[in-house]
């Protein structure tokens, strides 16, 4: 067997930096690989985006090559603006237009990093793709059940085939999983659980089992030019000052329309519901006694219905575009935890997943295709659970699976809808 080819998903950062650093110390062949996301005229780092805080709307293609050149490993720039365009930023100005709440990363690691971007990868002859998530993935040991990274497993198979053909590679379960990072505060698995069986047998995350001190450490030790580089915050490819400026570029149009509180009463005026989300307090421009929050937006009457902290919070919600990792198409309820945004609260659930609810005739809440949508059932009501975000599912460490939240089910609406 020849030695296991890796292309490591290089952005100039310290996470991706330290992570071809470890490929090449585990014996790989290594190159990087690049992704042009922008027509911009130059795709250096925004140092005005630093000052800001916010992330870089354009990946540091020189930083990039300055690292690879340092580790001494090939690297390639791969053009993915017209996919970029039209797979992540089209879908999120769209969804803003809906009303809902879009979180691009979930929708750019299956369809670009790890769609388009592992493609070119294994054009130019890799056989898996590294990244520097938070996360681990691989495979179960068939008598221990213990976890075998997807780096470790492809070193020791490269290993024992070298020295005495030993390797079986039958010892190791046929799916691959997708497990929390071993640091749960920088865990990164919520915007990754859209990786289908391919990607993630293909897949590399060598940061899974470290922390972000010790990467910074590593990167220091080996004199890495990220070593100290900020982090990447907020959406990668928006560099004005909010999503609102950015949508504003885009021609979004802005309509004005009425304010009224979950009993209909008319409090004021909003600049247009691509302004808010669920869950929002600050910037509505009412006066009332009470705090009030952002509970529901109607696109169909533009309205904005705000309420008291309480009226909130969901006991439930419908989810689609269904990913599940740990098996295929579950048909009866699966327990576990869950998360209904990025490092949010986790709390108890259920999955109700779309063979019960069809066999229970359930309607999903809205006029969608039955056999993409399941039900969550919390067991501690969450609040504001925004459509349009993302909803993942656990049992311990591992991702069972997720999607998108379609609709909440609140205290109000039980016995209408809802398990």
């Given at each position: 067997m020849a030695r296991p080819k890796v292309a490591v998903a290089m952005s100039g950062g310290v996470d991706s930096s330290v992570a071809c650093a470890l490929l090449l110390e585990k014996g790989f062949e290594v190159?990087?690989?690049?992704?042009?996301?922008?027509?911009?005229?130059?795709?250096?780092?925004?140092?005005?985006?630093?000052?800001?805080?916010?992330?870089?709307?354009?990946?540091?293609?020189?930083?990039?090559?300055?690292?690879?050149?340092?580790?001494?490993?090939?690297?390639?720039?791969?053009?993915?603006?017209?996919?970029?365009?039209?797979?992540?930023?089209?879908?999120?100005?769209?969804?803003?237009?809906?009303?809902v709440t879009p979180n691009p990363c979930v929708?750019?690691?299956?369809?670009?990093?790890?769609?388009?971007?592992?493609?070119?990868?294994?054009?130019?002859?890799?056989?898996?793709?590294?990244?520097?998530?938070?996360?681990?993935?691989?495979?179960?040991?068939?008598?221990?059940?213990?976890?075998?990274?997807?780096?470790?497993s492809a070193a020791v198979q490269w290993a024992y085939d070298r020295d005495s053909g030993k390797w079986e590679d039958c010892c190791l379960s046929?799916?691959?999983?997708?497990?929390?990072?071993?640091?749960?505060?920088?865990?990164?698995?919520?915007?990754?659980?859209?990786?289908?069986?391919?990607?993630?047998?293909?897949?590399?995350?060598?940061?899974?089992?470290?922390?972000?001190?010790q990467v910074r450490e590593i990167a220091r030790e080996k004199g890495l030019h990220a070593a100290d580089r900020p982090e990447s915050q907020e959406i990668c490819f928006i560099t004005q000052e909010s999503y609102r400026e950015f949508l504003e570029e885009r021609n979004v149009r802005f309509k004005p329309g009425l304010?009224?509180?979950?009993?209909?009463?008319?409090?004021?005026?909003?600049?247009?519901?691509?302004?808010?989300?669920?869950?929002?307090?600050?910037?509505?421009?009412?006066?009332?006694?009470?705090?009030?929050?952002?509970?529901?937006?109607d696109v169909e009457e533009n309205k904005l219905i705000v309420g008291k902290r309480e009226e909130?919070?969901?006991?439930?919600?419908?989810?689609?575009?269904?990913?599940?990792?740990?098996?295929?198409?579950?048909?009866?309820?699966?327990?576990?935890?869950?998360?209904v945004r990025y490092r949010g609260k986790e709390v108890e659930a259920t999955l109700y997943p779309p063979a019960f609810l069809m066999a229970k005739g359930e309607e999903g809440g809205a006029s969608k295709d039955l056999r993409d949508i399941a039900y969550v059932k919390f067991s501690t009501p969450l609040f504001a659970v925004a459509p349009g975000q993302s909803l993942v599912f656990y049992q311990g460490d591992f991702v069972y699976g997720g999607g998108t939240i379609l609709k909440s089910i609140n205290e109000s609406q039980n016995g209408k809808e809802g398990i």
């Open positions: 190159f990087s690989i690049t992704m042009k996301i922008s027509e911009a005229p130059n795709d250096s780092y925004d140092s005005r985006i630093d000052k800001s805080g916010l992330g870089g709307a354009y990946f540091a293609i020189e930083d990039a090559k300055k690292v690879c050149d340092q580790l001494r490993v090939p690297h390639y720039v791969v053009d993915l603006t017209r996919e970029f365009e039209r797979e992540v930023i089209e879908p999120f100005v769209e969804g803003y237009t809906q009303g929708v750019c690691n299956p369809k670009i990093k790890f769609g388009h971007l592992l493609a070119k990868a294994e054009e130019l002859g890799a056989d898996y793709l590294a990244t520097g998530h938070y996360a681990r993935c691989g495979r179960l040991r068939k008598d221990t059940q213990e976890l075998v990274e997807n780096c470790v046929p799916r691959t999983y997708l497990v929390r990072a071993k640091d749960r505060d920088r865990d990164q698995t919520y915007v990754l659980y859209g990786l289908d069986q391919n990607m993630l047998s293909h897949a590399m995350f060598p940061l899974g089992n470290l922390t972000k001190t304010i009224v509180d979950t009993a209909g009463e008319v409090l004021g005026c909003h600049r247009g519901i691509q302004n808010y989300t669920v869950g929002q307090r600050r910037g509505l421009g009412i006066h009332s006694p009470d705090p009030l929050y952002v509970i529901h937006m909130g919070y969901a006991h439930g919600c419908y989810i689609h575009r269904l990913n599940f990792i740990m098996t295929d198409d579950p048909d009866s309820p699966v327990h576990g935890t869950c998360a």
